[in-house]
């Protein structure tokens, strides 16, 4: 992770592994992965957030670890939004009545009851929750490259498209 001052705030960091030396290319990656217009409004805007982390990664690296996370916490928002859809419980109520969202992994399991997500997808939306505390852990953000934001924002918008698809 470079220390940003005035000379280099605009160029490559080229502390992260894997670091692709053409910006076009590092922009393309990103910019090609399409999201399904059948993804509700808010969840949509949160996945640009994702990608504009990721693509601006190219210059702080920090900032493809701030997208990836964001790009989990997508799908979780995603999978909330699409229980709601279909009439699902979101959350619940304590002892005084105030609401507590339900978990990820409640919301999954709901969806995949009701039949809107594949047991294939399940086993994809269940690996998305494990790799989205990975990614948190500080260790690991220095080894994030311009793979692992792809991969996450492309399986992203597959899981997403087929969840409001359903």
């Not at 509700?40 to 949160?46: F, G, K, S, T």
């Amino acid at each position: 992770m470079k220390a940003i001052n005035h000379d280099n705030w605009l160029l490559p960091d080229a502390g992260g592994k894997g670091q692709v030396a053409d910006a076009r290319e590092w922009r393309d990656a990103f910019l090609s992965i399409r999201l399904d217009p059948a993804v509700q409004p808010e969840v949509a805007r949160m996945f640009e957030a994702a990608r504009g982390g990721m693509l601006y990664g190219y210059y702080f690296q920090p900032l493809l670890a701030m997208g990836l996370e964001q790009c989990y916490r997508v799908l979780e928002s995603g999978a909330r939004a699409r229980c709601a859809l279909a009439g699902l419980p979101v959350s619940c109520a304590d002892s005084q009545g105030k609401p507590h969202p339900l978990s990820f992994g409640h919301n999954l399991r709901a969806l995949a009851k009701q039949g809107l997500i594949s047991e294939a997808d399940l086993k994809r939306w269940q690996q998305a929750r494990e790799l989205r505390d990975w990614v948190a852990a500080p260790e690991h953000q220095a080894a994030l490259t311009l793979e692992h934001g792809v991969t996450a924002l492309s399986r992203a918008a597959e899981l997403l498209g087929r969840l409001f698809r359903a």
